[in-house]
């Protein structure tokens, strides 16, 4: 059984950071990515990483957001800084086992991924 733990969201002012961390149990070919979600609206991809290092961002987040990894530690990062208010949202960690090229065309699409984190709140106050 595959098992996420988010943890790190809280509320912030305008301008400032976050940073997320999601606990996640090993498996092969493990490709990690984080979602958020408001109330009334899709959940959308934010960012990506994929087992062989290769990264996506949603256009959305692009030069504010950093995601990682610590394959020691088997903990996934998301590093958020410049935040807007209209990053305020429910996160969560996703996981699925994805090997080959063709992996990076859906890392941003819900529907790829089976394994989901409970979610943790950022908030962000103008």
């Given at each position: ?25 090993r ?23 994929g ?12 030069g504010?957001?950093?995601i ?11 590093q ?14 996703a ?32």
């Open positions: 059984q595959v098992q996420l733990v988010e943890s790190g969201g809280g509320s912030v002012q305008a301008g400032g950071s976050l940073r997320l961390s999601c606990v996640a149990s498996f092969p070919n493990r490709w990690m990515g984080w979602f958020r979600q408001v109330p009334g609206k899709e959940r959308e991809g934010v960012a990506s990483i087992s062989d290092g290769t990264i996506t961002y949603a256009d959305t987040v692009k504010r957001f950093t990682s990894n610590d394959n020691a530690k088997n903990t996934l990062f998301l958020m800084n410049s935040l807007k208010p209209e990053d305020t949202a429910m996160y969560y960690c996981a699925r086992s994805c090997y080959g090229a063709g992996c990076v065309t859906f890392a941003l699409m819900r529907t790829s991924y089976p394994y989901w984190g409970q979610g943790t709140q950022v908030t962000v106050s103008s």
